[in-house]
Every structure is written in structure tokens, then in C-alpha cells.
Antibody, heavy 118, light 110 residues
């Protein structure tokens, strides 16, 4: 069965960096585009970034452009999110999600919590 | 404030029909398909509707979606207690070159 398992969350001070990972299993990882979506406390869902199946295409939300970098290692079935210069407003649960073409985000991980606080 | 506008809340009694709206613009809803997700507390979002009006397998036919112009809607008929959740619309925006989520609508079953 399809599984997405995020890791790497934690408490970090403003201005510092953190790297999230998403381990994928149960499907052919290198044939699917992937995304990171976050949910801030008490607020809604916010799309962060997209990466194509081969890693050549990437898009970012304006709120994280220049600070966050998405990448993938198809040999290890792993999706990553490098987050630099973190701000308090980046505090959220971060989800990785699979993109099924013309169908949407069909599978989601359980999420990993990132808290940015001094 | 989201570019996609949803009412913050909606409610109904068991068995009733509830409709949630999602208003956008020509660069998003007006030019593409809308997707709907259900979010229960402490769980990952779940895809409810894709391509504006299609249901993934396993989603009850009580859930239906529609789109007209720059607006879309999700309808829940035969409301049940387990439908109490947050619902989000989502769409690709050609101007922003990214995905947008609506602000979410909390559905309460009275």
C-alpha cells in the first residue's frame, strides 16, 4: 500500500535551518510528481512547493521562494524540503503529498510539526 | 487572506444538504479544474472531489462537486455526524504558477 512518512520536524530558532524528509513506499516513486503542503496552527492548508517526477521541474509559493528548496532522490524513494531562514510564520504541520495527474493530491503523509520559536 | 474565498463555516442537521462555495478568478477556477479535500482534526487531508465533479473510488456519492465560471461548490447531501470536518477547495493558478487552497469551511453537524 502507498505510504508517505515525513520526518525531520522539531523546534528551531528564527533564522535557522531545518531539513524535512518524506520516505515513500508502495508505489513507483520516480513516476510521480510530489508536493509539500503545510497547515499552520488554527489556520488552513497552504501549498508550498512542487517537484516533477524526474526532479527537473520545481515551483514554489511566493511565501517560501528563495528560502525553501525541494529535492528528491529517486534512487532512495525520498522527497526532501530544505528550509532556510525560518520565520515564526513557518510554524506548521508539513505534509508531503503525491500528485496523481488529473486527479489531485491522492495520498498524504501523516505530517511533521515544525515550530519556529526563540 | 486566501485568493480563493470560502465561507468560514456551514452547518446542518443530520440528513440535510449542505453546500460550500469557493470563489476564485479567471486565472484559477475560471481556467482549470477544482479539487476538494476533507480535513479531520489530527489526520491528513483526504481527496473528496477531483476535476471539479469527479469522485475518487471510496468517496460516498453523498459528496458532489460542480463548477461554473469562476466559482465552484461542494455539496454534502444526507449529512452525517462523521461529515463534521474542515473542507478545502484547491486549484492551480496560472498567474501565480502554483496551487491555491481556499481558506477552508468548517462544517458542523447540529
Amino acid at each position: 500500500q502507498v505510504q508517505l512518512v515525513e520526518s525531520g520536524g522539531g523546534v528551531v530558532q528564527p533564522g535557522r535551518s531545518l531539513r524535512l524528509s518524506c520516505a515513500a513506499s508502495g508505489f513507483t516513486f520516480n513516476t510521480y510528481a510530489m508536493h509539500w503542503v503545510r497547515q499552520t496552527p488554527g489556520k488552513g492548508l497552504e501549498w508550498m512547493t512542487f517537484i516533477s517526477s524526474d526532479g527537473s521541474g520545481k515551483f514554489y509559493a511566493d511565501s517560501v521562494k528563495g528560502r525553501f528548496t525541494i529535492s528528491r532522490d529517486n534512487s532512495k524513494n525520498t522527497l526532501s524540503l530544505q528550509m532556510n531562514n525560518l520565520r515564526a510564520e513557518d510554524t506548521a504541520i508539513y505534509y508531503c503529498t503525491r500528485d496523481l495527474p488529473n486527479t489531485g493530491f491522492d495520498y498524504w503523509g501523516q505530517g511533521t510539526l515544525v515550530t519556529v520559536s526563540s | 487572506q486566501s485568493v480563493l474565498t470560502q465561507p468560514p463555516s456551514a452547518s446542518g442537521t443530520p440528513g440535510q444538504r449542505v453546500t460550500i462555495s469557493c470563489s476564485g478568478s479567471s486565472s484559477n477556477i475560471g481556467s482549470g479544474h477544482v479539487y476538494w479535500y476533507q480535513k479531520l482534526p489530527g489526520t491528513a487531508p483526504k481527496l473528496l472531489i477531483y476535476k471539479s465533479d469527479q469522485r475518487p473510488s471510496g468517496v460516498p456519492d453523498r459528496f458532489s462537486g460542480s463548477k461554473s465560471g469562476t466559482s465552484a461548490s461542494l455539496a454534502i447531501s444526507g449529512l452525517r455526524s462523521e461529515d463534521e470536518a474542515d473542507y478545502y477547495c484547491a486549484v492551480w493558478d496560472n498567474s501565480l504558477t502554483g496551487w491555491l487552497f481556499g481558506g477552508g469551511t468548517k462544517v458542523t453537524v447540529l
